[in-house]
């Protein structure tokens, strides 16, 4: 049977395009021919600069594809479109001849066919008088008419309505939004039964100039100290909402910012994985990234697609049955659901001394302004005097200091359902080496062998005097066994009161006549006197030899103390262990041990109240203290039964893997058994974005506090020495603070854990297990990619429109306080005279 003919073009509503009843169609440019002319692939002329635009000109980059002439780059859409035989195609050649009768170089009521000479020329005529109003009237037109106004659930996607409209009228990339932008006027027009308007939206109208003193004043400070244009924002309507003012914009705030005329000065500097699938590594990482998918609920299904039988290096998830292999195998390996993992990662922060300003496309910078030189507070311009702060440039050391931590964060499922993200208690390291069980006894056998040989002077715990600690004096013994009063002090004031033998003299010494001995003591104050005079007040009589006990003759000085103290009842009981692991955290030395005690008290201590509270685990990485043979020996020790806690591959996974080496050569090893992969910081939330959320809080901090010039301040946060920097830490990253508070919220944590262990495991398999560069990061270049591949511009175009009022962020309370202190402050030098 014949086919049946071609439906006629949909028709769209006259009201809804505003065009006349009667505007010709197609009848007034014929067809050249039935089928689509093939285009002559032709090299693209080098794009022109702005400037040769602007000369020849031309301003729009869409203009491009319309210029008169001799044909260089692309024909003019309409032209090609209108030899194509399609229906959707007629509505793009009636919008060329409706532009056509708007510009007055053609009749629309002259239904006389062109000849292809006459209509080339006339587009051509047209071609630079096309404006913005008339292509999205063309977009509407060719949306409406073309494809039917197909709904806005089929408009986004590879094949949706903004691609066929962009390819269909060769619009330039990057301007999706813009496209999208007419879809939905055009929508909401049909649904409010009204007329399309292409022109554009107007917008404004509504922002509000900041013009005041005052906050002129306060962005100035804010943006001095380093805390950026945002907080300055914030700070802004702060003020402005308590007075009941209108809040602004941001681009309001940067409008006041840059007619203050800035100085930035850069801040300068003073002196002081493995990408082959083929490796080893790579594939052992596969396997592990499919184990943890399968835990997690993917079905294996689903997975079998990476399964790979061919090649001299077959990646083999089943067996010639076609069954899964144990360690693919669900009911051997066990489910694991993610909010019973607690993510575990170590991380140093190098200190930073001076110039803590504020990045600008990763170049560290100090924005000053012109001050008041008898008043830094207040602002006056370079004109009429006004003098800069002076410069704080970074310090850089030559040994650098750094705090060291261990983290720890969980996406918990609490008894009544609801999902939180949580950190734990920090485990700090700082000024130490972390060592394994059997580096760590090298280092205690050589502290021992260094308390036996030291000398028998001073007060040292370890020589024959009676042990300090003991706190128990007797009247026949020597005043150097009092409190201040050493050897040598002692000998001073035998010498000046020679009747002065022993405590019990001291002690019957009246306390009139200590003023007088001080007067003649060199070295020895009033103050130590009438303190040692005071506890010799509680000796008894005898002499204490049965309380000497000289340590350095034990076999361990520790164990030693421990049972002397014991004896004495002077000291609450501390084991040996934990006072070896004090005294060689004060040399600089922490076992593995501590660490790993740590990491299991803390996640337990998260997972309180939890669905997991009894079958929690903890995830990390391939430290290679904790995978040492006698730190899984000691973590398997039944006392402890720390070792099942450990997420690690299950069913022998990775226990013998065959893989390329850098030669070229197959080798295979056991190196990966029973451990987790190191070099996979996708696979960490610490390491993706949470460590980053923690250093921008505490540089925030540091900025709020920066005004407290006392470095020892209880409410300064400080980065300039490892104890502060720790402190700040510490402080931020306490579990105590909300689910919306502190350095790592719940929203952030919950985000970071669910993109590494989804997205990112996909993305490792995808690759084969190797490297995948820029995974889990989001710096700009990999933000403007990101971007690109959605179709969007990095220079976003279109009308602005203001935001909503700002919300407030978390602050520290003591850092909120010297941070209003400093608003008030900024106030008050505005309202001040010169």
């Known amino acids: 049977p014949a086919a049946p003919p071609p439906a006629p073009p949909p028709t769209p509503s006259p009201d809804l395009l505003n ?32 400037l040769e635009r602007k000369r020849k000109g031309t301003h729009s980059s869409m203009r491009e594809s319309y210029r008169p002439g001799k044909r260089e780059g692309p024909r003019p859409y309409a032209w090609d479109l209108r030899r194509h035989n399609k229906p959707s195609d007629f509505w793009v050649a009636a919008m060329v001849e409706k532009m056509l009768a708007q510009t007055g170089t053609h009749n629309a009521q002259n239904t006389e066919p062109l000849s292809e000479e006459d209509c080339d020329a006339l587009l051509d005529k047209i071609a630079p008088l096309i404006n913005e109003q008339q292509k999205r009237d063309m977009i509407a037109c060719y949306f409406v008419g073309g494809l039917g106004m197909p709904p806005p659930e089929e408009w986004d996607g590879h094949s949706g309505t903004v691609s066929v409209i962009m390819e269909k009228l060769s619009i330039p990339k990057g301007s999706r939004r813009a496209v999208r932008a007419v879809l939905e006027e055009v929508n909401a027009a049909h649904k409010r039964g009204t007329c399309y308007n ?27 100290l380093g805390a950026g244009s945002h907080e ?15 809040h602004v914009g941001k681009s309001a705030v940067c409008a006041a910012y840059k007619r203050l005329l ?75 659901a993610l909010t019973q993992i607690a993510f575990w990662d170590e991380t140093h922060k190098k200190c930073v001394i001076g110039g803590q300003g504020h990045n600008s496309r990763g170049a560290t910078v100090l924005t000053r302004f012109h001050r008041n030189p008898n008043n830094m507070s207040q602002l006056l311009s370079s004109e009429l005097g006004g003098v800069l702060r002076p410069e704080t440039p970074e310090l850089h050391v030559k040994f650098e200091k750094e705090s060291r931590f261990s983290l720890g964060v969980a996406k918990v499922e609490m008894l009544s359902g609801e999902i939180i993200g949580k950190n734990a208690d920090l485990f700090d390291y700082t000024g130490c080496w972390l060592h394994s069980i059997s580096s760590f006894k090298v280092r205690t056998d050589a502290r021992i062998a260094h308390i036996k040989t030291l000398p028998g002077t001073g007060r040292s715990i370890w ?25 040598k002090k002692a000998a001073a004031i035998l010498e000046t009161a020679p009747h002065i033998l022993n405590v019990g003299c001291f002690k019957a010494e009246p306390r009139s006549a200590l003023s007088e001995i001080a007067a003649r003591t060199k070295g020895v104050g009033l103050a130590t006197l009438e303190k040692a005079h005071d506890v010799a007040q509680t000796a008894v009589p005898g002499n204490g030899s049965h309380l000497v006990c000289d340590h350095r003759l034990a076999a361990d000085p520790y164990d030693s103390q421990v049972e002397f103290e014991k004896e004495l ?55 290679v203290q904790m995978t040492d043979k006698d730190t899984i020996a000691w973590m398997a020790d039944p006392e402890r039964d720390y070792l099942r806690r450990w997420l690690v591959p299950r069913g022998g996974l990775n226990d013998i893997v065959t893989g390329e080496t850098k030669n070229g050569d197959l080798k295979s090893t056991n ?5 987790v992969l190191g070099d996979s910081p996708e696979m960490m939330p610490l ?135 400093n608003i008030a402050a900024s106030l008050a030098a505005a309202n001040t005279d010169l």
Not at 799 to 809: D, S, T, V, Y
Request: with cysteine.
């Open 262 to 336: 800035p100085v930035v000065t850069p801040i300068g500097d003073t002196k002081q994985g493995n990408r082959n699938p083929r490796s080893a590594w790579a594939i052992a990482r596969k396997g592990w990234c499919l184990q943890l998918l399968l835990m997690m609920g993917v079905p294996f299904e689903s997975l079998i697609k990476f399964e790979d039988s061919t090649g001299d290096l077959p990646f083999k998830m089943t067996d010639d049955a076609g069954h899964p292999l144990p360690q693919y195998d669900i009911s051997r390996i066990g489910q694991v």
């Open 232 to 246: 300055a924002y914030l700070s802004v309507n702060q003020v402005r909402k308590a007075k009941g003012s209108t």
């Open 569 to 623: 009842g002077v000291r609450d009981e501390v084991s040996a262990e934990k006072r070896l692991a004090k005294d060689m955290r004060s040399q600089g030395h922490v076992c593995v041990t501590e660490l790993v005690d740590h990491i299991m008290k803390a996640s337990a201590k998260v997972m309180e109240g939890t669905k997991h509270a009894d079958d929690w685990l903890i995830y990390h990485d391939a430290l």
């Open 19 to 50: 065009l006349p009843p009667d505007f010709p169609l197609l009848n007034a440019l014929p067809l050249a021919m039935d089928e689509p002319t093939k285009k002559k692939t032709k090299k693209q002329p080098k794009k022109k600069t702005k």
């Open 687 to 821: 390491d993706c974005s949470l460590n980053k959320d923690a250093d921008d809080s505490v540089t925030e901090h540091v900025n709020y506090t920066k005004s407290l010039t006392d470095p020892d301040d209880y409410r300064k946060f400080d980065r300039s020495t490892p104890s502060r920097q720790t402190r700040a830490y510490k402080r931020l990253l306490d579990p105590i603070h909300p689910p919306d508070g502190g350095a790592l919220t719940s929203v952030r944590i919950i985000q970071d854990i669910d993109r590494c262990m989804g997205k990112h495991l996909w993305s490792i398999l995808d690759a084969g297990g190797a490297v995948v560069p820029d995974l889990g990061s989001r710096n700009g270049r990999r933000a403007e990619r990101a971007r690109e591949n959605l179709g969007l511009s990095a220079n976003w175009g279109g009308a602005r429109k203001k935001g909503p009022a700002p919300m407030a962020r978390w602050v520290h309370p003591l850092a909120q306080a010297v941070r209003e202190a």
């Open 198 to 224: 292409p022109q554009r939206a107007k917008y404004g109208g509504h922002n509000r100039m900041i013009t005041g003193p005052a906050e002129i004043q306060l962005i100035a400070d804010i943006i001095e």
């Open 671 to 675: 190196l990966f058994a029973n451990r």
């Open 463 to 487: 020589n024959a005097k009676r042990d300090p600690s003991a706190k128990l004096f007797f009247d026949e013994d020597g005043l150097e066994l009092l409190p201040g009063i050493s050897e």
